[in-house]
């Protein structure tokens, strides 16, 4: 499994919205120097609030393989936001993107092949961490889920 792309039940994206407005609104964000998020709120692993962890299994349930979930972070672009060029292979094994909204532009570009996802609230891609990526600048505000995982075996050493 190299890339693969399925849609979401509505409610787990609204459900990702409000909280992506609840930390955006308390200011509970994080955008570090060496953060690709540019022109954005992201907040910071959203799994280090007890209240969050009942996601988890959720989300992994809708997922094409096991998988160990243990890290998500909600972003919310401003209009000309995008995400620069990186991959997340010290940090996972797969990682995943939720589009939370329709956004004009702003698709995400995986460079090997130069696929492009366009984004569509409810859907969901999934791929190896090892990818290198961006997403390109949005015309429209962008809201997104990002998730870390580890295959199903893996322990979570962090």
């Not at 570090?32 to 998020?37: F, I, P, Q, R």
């Not at 791929?127 to 075996?153: I, N």
Request: hydrophobic fraction near 30%; aromatic fraction near 12%; proline fraction near 3%.
């Amino acid at each position: 499994m190299t890339l693969i792309s399925f849609k979401v039940q509505e409610d787990l994206t609204n459900q990702l919205v409000d909280l992506l407005g609840h930390y955006k609104s308390i200011n509970d964000g994080l955008v570090e120097k060496d953060c690709a998020t540019m022109r954005g709120f992201q907040t910071k692993n959203i799994f280090g609030y007890p209240e969050n962890y009942y996601l988890k299994p959720v989300i992994e349930n809708m997922l094409p393989k096991k998988f160990n979930l243990f890290h998500m972070h909600l972003i919310d672009y401003d209009p000309y936001g995008y995400q620069l060029r990186h991959n997340h292979e010290t940090t996972e094994d797969y990682s995943f993107i939720l589009y939370l909204n329709d956004a004009e532009r702003g698709e995400t570009v995986f460079e090997k092949d130069q696929t492009k996802i366009k984004c569509e609230k409810n859907k969901m891609i999934v791929f190896k961490s090892d990818l290198w990526h961006y997403g390109k600048e949005c015309l429209t505000r962008k809201k997104v889920a990002v998730g870390a995982m580890y295959d199903e075996k893996k322990v979570h050493k962090r």
